[in-house]
Every structure is written in structure tokens, then in C-alpha cells.
């Protein structure tokens, strides 16, 4: 970045002034690992991420995921968006004419009976004693049953599966704009702890050759041990700072990773730029939410469903009339008996008519509990449409005081900058000292901190913006 690379070749330029070889200094896509480590003498640390590729000689940097590639990934693999894609598939399968009630049912049933037994009976005089009589009986029966009228319960029941699935599709597209947003905010703010770090390297690299200085102007008897003394404690105090950033950093790497669902251990390195759409427009967002946002969606489909199921319930009220037919074969076979073989076929249809009378007020205690239902729905459409005005009304201030606060920023940043170039003029000329440059120091880094945390804020309100405005995805 342009203001990276300005205080860069001011550190440069410092350096040269005081007569010192300076040390690698950070540009505006970042140090090298060997080189930090070599500058704070931490073999002990190991950063897992550079932010641009190594030169030439050093080790191959980590591959750049890009954002457009880590929501491919993201979409593809994650757990949450799987399920959800599963119990989509769940209610499309429910959404039938069968599962309805509006086919038939048809069954087959069959049974064999094999008997060994004595008998021994008496009739008109004659005794008759069987021992050992085999009998046997064989029956199978084809059953149709077909719901003719249920007082049209099964077409609501059709369209209520109906609701079902578009509840389950929003559910769905809910779960992917939430991933999108995470993704989205998730990768900038490791460019901002990533921008922060390399602020930091920096900063160490200046202490460092803040000691070398102190340490020839005490040899050159022009300094004092007491200046050495605070550099050594600065140098420490940015070591920490630093060690404290890049932790950061590698946890957010170890969180994004699990994000896309997979391996933490995964390497790879971010871009650098965050870019921000200033154009969003109220009047197209406005209109965006209240037609696209995917929650006041599913509160609409969700008062649709109960509607129906209190529809359902009532229609219980009306007649049941429904229409079966058989077709039987029954066969039996018998030693022992007067008749020894008995064959019966034949096929029977009927209708059937069932017409509530009295459940104990069952029916009725069920339609009053969906009313209420129905009430509760219409208050949390209600609620949920009040409370998504009153996010876009703090979301669309919050994005553009944001705006706004990145000018600032950039302008303070460029101050800083020109403050930093008229220290070190002044403490090569000796008319400031080294505390009075460290604090010129601590302002360019904490202006430049200031300034991606600008940026990165002002994406998350539009981010939230267009997630909230149902314009994501």
C-alpha cells in the first residue's frame, strides 16, 4: 500500500541520515520471516503466514487463497450449509401427492397354516376318533383403500408441504448468505491483523536500530546510559507487541481454516488490499430488505404453514368418505374333518362414510390452540419487521460514519507521515531527542493501525448491509 511504502523509505531515509546500513524494512506487502527473526533475535518464533510471495532465495511462501476462492470453498464444504442442503432434499421428498393423502393404498397380505391334531367327536349316533389328522389352510388378499373426501384436508395438507419445502429452500439460502458474510469479514479482518503485524515488524526493526544508535552515541561519550537503557525497553515493549499480533494472527488463520472445513493446519497467505463500495445506495437497500431478507422471507412462509395447519384441523369437522375393495383366495385342507377340501375366490368394494359427532371437544381445544398459533406467527412478523428497520437504520449510519472516518484516517496518516519526515530531520540536526522521535514513531504506528481498522470496520457495515438487505449473494 501507498502509505506503507512512504514509511518505509522514511525509515530508509533515517537511517541513511544517522550513517547507518539499515535492516530490511517492511514494505508495503510485507517483511520476511528470516528477516524479523534475524532483527529481534526470536529463533524461537515461527510465523505461519507471509502476506506477498518470498524472494528470490528465501523459502516458498504459503499459496494466496483469494476471497473469491475461499467462498468456493466455503459453499462447497461446509458443515452447517451440507445440512441444511440435506433438509432441503428431506422436504422436497415430503412434498408429494402420496405423502398428501391424495393416492391410494394398496396391500398384499398372505398366510399358510399347517395343523397335526386328534380329534374325536360324536353326531346322529355316530363317533368318529381321528389321530394324527393333517390340515392345512392357505389365504392371500389384495386390499385397496382410496380417501375419496376428508373435508379437503388433504389439499391443504399438499400445500402446507408445499410451504414446508420453500421454508426449508429460504432456510437454505439463509445459512449460505450468513456463510458468505462470515467468509467475507472473517478474510478482511485477517488482512487487518495481517497489516497490523507487518506495522509492527516495522516498529521492531526501528527499536533495533534505535539501540545500534544509542549504543554508538554512548560509545562516542555524546549519549547516555539511561537512553540506552528506554530503547532497550522499547525494543522489548514492540517485540511483545509483536509476538501478541502475530498470535492473533495465527489463530484467525486456524478459525478461517475451520470455517472453510478444513484442516487447520492447511497453509496459505491472504491478499492485501480491502476494497470498500462507497456507492451503496438507502433507497435500493431499503427496498432490498423488505423484499429479500431472507428472515422476514421465512416469517412470512412460516404464519403461510400455520395457517394451513389450523385449515387442516377445522376440515376435520366435515365427513370422511373413503372407498375400499379386496380380492380374496382362501384354500383349506382337512384329514380329520366332514369336509376335507374347502376353495373360496372372490373380490368385495365398499364405501365407507365416518362422521364426527362428539371427541370431547378435542377438535375444538385443537383449533383454538392453532388460532393462538396464528396470532403469535402475525406478532413475530411483526417483530421481526420492526427489528430489521431498526438494524438498517443503525447499519446504514454505522456505514456511512465509516466512510467518513477513513478520509479521516487517511488524512491523519498522511500527517503522521510528514511528522515523522520532520523528526528525522530534526534528530539528525540533535534538536530533538530520542524520546521525542520514539513518540513520532508510536504516532505513524498508531495512525496507520487507525486507518486499516477504518477500512476493515467500514466493510463490515457493508457487508452486514447487504447481508441484511438480502443483495449478498
Known sequence: MKHAARTAALFSAFFGL??????????????????????????GVKEEANLQDAPDGMQDAPPVLTLSKALEIGLAENFQVRIARNNLSIAR???????????????????????????????????????????????????????????????????????????????LRQQLETLVATIIVSYYDLIRIGRQTENLKNSVEISQQRIEIEE???????????????????????????LREQNRFN???????????????????????????????????????????????????????????????????????????????NRSENDGGFISFNETTGFSAGI????????????????????????????????????????????IQTYQNQLELVGLEEENLINAQESLEIAVERFRLGTISPLEFREAQQTLLEAENRWIVARYDAKVAETELLLLSGLLI
Open 216 to 242: 554508538t552515541k554512548v560509545d562516542l561519550g555524546s549519549g547516555s546510559r539511561a537512553d540506552l537503557l528506554q530503547a532497550q525497553s522499547d525494543l522489548n515493549a514492540d517485540r511483545a507487541a509483536f
Open 18 to 43: 544517522m550513517g547507518l546500513a539499515p535492516l530490511p524494512v517492511a514494505s508495503a506487502t510485507g517483511v520476511q520471516d528470516k528477516d524479523i527473526a534475524q532483527m529481534t533475535d526470536l529463533s
Open 251 to 329: 489463530q484467525a488463520k486456524i478459525a478461517f481454516n475451520t470455517l472453510l472445513a478444513r484442516s487447520h493446519e492447511q497453509p496459505f497467505s491472504v491478499t492485501e488490499t480491502i476494497a470498500i463500495d462507497s456507492t451503496l445506495n438507502e433507497s435500493d437497500l431499503r427496498a432490498g430488505w423488505e423484499q429479500n431478507n431472507k428472515a422476514l422471507q421465512l416469517a412470512r412462509r412460516t404464519l403461510t404453514s400455520i395457517r394451513l395447519e389450523r385449515k387442516k384441523i377445522a376440515a376435520q369437522r366435515l365427513p370422511e368418505i373413503s372407498l375400499q375393495s379386496a380380492y380374496s383366495f
Open 93 to 171: 421428498n415430503n412434498a408429494t401427492l402420496g405423502n398428501a393423502g391424495f393416492l391410494p393404498i394398496v396391500e398384499g397380505t398372505t398366510t399358510l397354516t399347517e395343523r397335526v391334531e386328534d380329534s374325536e367327536f360324536s353326531a346322529g349316533g355316530n363317533d368318529r376318533t381321528t389321530e394324527g389328522a393333517r390340515s392345512s389352510s392357505r389365504n392371500a388378499t389384495l386390499q385397496a383403500r382410496w380417501l375419496l373426501f376428508d373435508g379437503l384436508g388433504m389439499f391443504y395438507e399438499k400445500n402446507q408441504l408445499g410451504e414446508q419445502k420453500e421454508i426449508a429452500d429460504l432456510e
Open 352 to 395: 365407507t362414510a365416518r362422521i364426527p359427532i362428539f371427541d370431547g371437544f378435542q377438535l375444538q381445544r385443537r383449533i383454538q390452540n392453532a388460532d393462538i398459533a396464528i396470532q403469535n406467527s402475525e406478532l413475530q412478523l411483526d417483530a421481526t419487521r420492526l427489528q430489521l428497520d431498526a438494524d438498517f437504520a443503525a447499519l
